[in-house]
């Protein structure tokens, strides 16, 4: 069984940065992709960005191209978001997710693991 468990997310300021952190433990994630997704009150769960399994592949959502940068540790199994200048509407839980699908999905329903989220608040 592989768990995932998310870190880093708090109450920032717009235009603020935060990292959030993704650590697996279980059987090694190398040859899977990992993802972020959000989830806010009242929405559906959106897909953020989603890296390969060798990190040298990365795929962003539309809302946050060019702010928000994924990247991967596969000696550590880690990965991680950094999300810079930061909205209120980025406000949402944070999830990460990896798959045993091939390739680098980016619909919430290719994805087999989940962590239980962070939440992430963006005061204006």
């Known amino acids: 069984q592989v768990y995932l468990a998310e870190s880093g997310g708090g109450l920032v300021q717009a235009g603020g940065s935060l990292r959030l952190s993704c650590a697996a433990s279980g059987p090694t994630l190398r040859s899977s992709a990992l993802a972020w997704f959000r989830q806010a009150p009242g929405k559906e769960r959106e897909f953020q960005a989603a890296?390969?399994?060798?990190?040298?592949?990365?795929y962003y959502g539309d809302s946050v191209k060019g702010r928000f940068t994924i990247s991967r540790d596969n000696a550590k199994n880690t990965a991680s978001l950094q999300m810079n200048n930061l909205k209120p509407e980025d406000t949402a839980v944070y999830y990460c997710a990896a798959t045993q699908s091939l390739g680098t999905p980016q619909r919430d329903r290719d994805y087999d693991y989940w962590g239980q989220g962070t939440q992430v608040t963006v005061s204006s």
């Open positions: 890296v390969n399994y060798h990190g040298g592949s990365t």
